[in-house]
Structure formats: C-alpha cells, structure tokens
C-alpha cells in the first residue's frame, strides 16, 4: 500500500466539495473559464480528453501529453478521477501505471491563452460518492494490479475485480459477483487500500433480508435456532 498515494486519493474523494470551490476560484482568479457539465450529457469525446490531462491542485497546474501546446485543444475535461493533490502524486502514479514521462505542464496563473476547463461527473458517480463506503471505489489509480493476482483472471480473462465493481454497480445498482474466492490477493496488492471483498462479498452490497427472516431473528429467543436461522440467511446472501 502507497500511503502517499493513498492519503492524497481521500483528501480529494472525501473532501471533494472543497476541492471543487477552490478550483472554481483558481480557474477563474486566473481569467479562463470553467463549465459544470450535466452529467447527462453525452461525452465519449470528452472521456478520450480527460484521460489525456491531471489538473494538480497545487499551483493550479494542468499537467498533459501527447501534443505539443501548439497542437493542444484549449479545452480540458476534469473529473474527481484526474485531480491530484501535487506533482509528486503523478510520479508516484507513474510507478503503477505506464503514463508517459515526456508530460508537459501549464500553469494557469501565468498563461496567456485563455482556456475552458469542463467538470464532469456522471450520475452513477454522484450515487457512489454520496456513500462513504462505495465512494472508496474512486481511490482506484487505474494500475490493473489487481488484476493480475485475481486467480479468477486466470481462467477468465475479462474478469477484472476493480472494472467488474463499477461495471456491476453501473448496471444493477448493487454488487451481486459470485466469481470472487475472498483470496483477498487484489487487496493485498493494491496501492490506495481499496478492500475490494467488501463489494464482491459484503452481504450490504447483496440481497437483503426478507421481512420473514428478519421477524424470525427479532422475536425468536432461542439462541440455538437464532444462530441457525443467522447462518442459513447469511449463507442465503452470498448466492
């Protein structure tokens, strides 16, 4: 686990409010122009953007690649996903993800050419941020380490325990995998500390209890039947 990674991830996941007023006033106390895009909004061509580009909080820098300034687009996609704290964050980033070296670096406060900065968030992040255990999920820093120690990967390619979350949260609103062996290895590996079993397994991110199991365990006394009635529910959830 990288803690100075990890602990820059929380400070802007679970102080994201914060993070976004601050930016609001850098880009415009620097003369450009920021828009809060609607996350219903249609962006395939602003995601290839986004992944192009880091906005660094410090210094109220845009750090990107690929292009020479001369080439760049003068508008740039921000998303909870591509802000990070300091510079220092993308080398460190650099030591999990093959990202280029060869970046270049615009400070806002000093540039000329007056840019457009777009925020962009969609409506399944919104839900997962407003919930502090699912919000941890935006700590991922995209290094497929944990797919390379999943033992399911191994007979299942496109099994990918991170990917796999979101896409399961995206499409039923709750996490139901049953593929997951509680190895536990991809958390072990993983460099910002996501427990990733606490959504492929956790019960909470399952089927919930009927309202006849529930009143069985509330106003049955028997410990004995009370244990086995708990056991067979909780062995009921993990289906």
């Known amino acids: 686990m990288n803690s100075i990674l990890l602990t820059s991830k929380k400070k802007i996941i679970n102080n994201l409010d914060e993070i976004l007023l601050d930016l609001d006033k850098n880009v415009r106390n620097s003369g450009h122009h920021l828009q809060w895009l609607n996350h219903n909004v249609p962006n395939n061509s602003l995601k290839i953007k986004e992944k192009r580009i880091f ?8 750090l990107y690649f690929n292009d020479t300034f001369e080439n760049f687009e003068k508008s740039i996609v921000i998303t909870p996903k591509n802000i990070l704290t300091s510079i220092n964050d993308y080398y460190e980033l650099c030591l999990f993800n093959d990202y280029p070296t060869n970046f270049q670096i615009v400070n806002l406060n000093t540039i000329k050419t007056k840019l457009t900065l777009f925020f962009s968030i969609e409506a399944k992040d919104l839900k997962i941020l407003k919930d502090t255990k699912l919000r941890k999920l935006f ?11 999943c033992p399911i990967n191994n007979i299942i390619p496109d099994f990918y325990p991170i990917q796999d979350i ?32 606490e959504f492929l397994l956790n019960q909470n991110f399952k089927k919930e209890k009927s309202i006849t199991e529930r009143i069985l365990l509330l106003v049955n006394k028997n410990k004995k039947y009370h244990i086995k009635t708990n056991k067979y529910i909780n062995n009921r959830l993990k289906l």
């Open 139 to 149: 700590y991922c820093i995209d290094c497929s380490l944990c797919k390379s120690v």
């Open 166 to 197: 979101n896409r399961q949260f995206e499409e039923k609103g709750s996490v139901t995998e049953k593929l997951c062996t509680n190895c536990k290895a991809c958390e072990q590996i993983c460099p910002v500390n996501i427990k990733m079993s």
């Open 55 to 62: 906005y660094i909080i410090e210094g109220n820098l845009i």
